[in-house]
């Protein structure tokens, strides 16, 4: 699982799986979700409709991984550069 904080990026699961020996990867784009949020409810008193919007997108897609996988599966984290 790799959780993308890169702003216009998505992770490339053929190239993630030719750089990591076959190994398949599910990625989540949470700057997505986040600019999707601040799209649909843009005033300053909107802050917890944002935070209830992306907590259940991320809900969504762990609840996604749960049916699709047995739940071993690593987390990582693709963090911009000022962050990482």
Known sequence: MVVNLV???TLSSNRFAADHDGAQAFGYDLWRSRQLAQMLFPLPSH???RERFVH???MLT???LMALTDGSLS???R???DLA
């Open 75 to 77: 987390l990582l984290l």
């Open 47 to 49: 802050q917890v409709d």
């Open 7 to 9: 702003s216009g990026t």
């Open 56 to 58: 259940a997108r991320v």
């Open 62 to 64: 762990i609840a996604t």
């Open 79 to 81: 963090l911009p550069s």
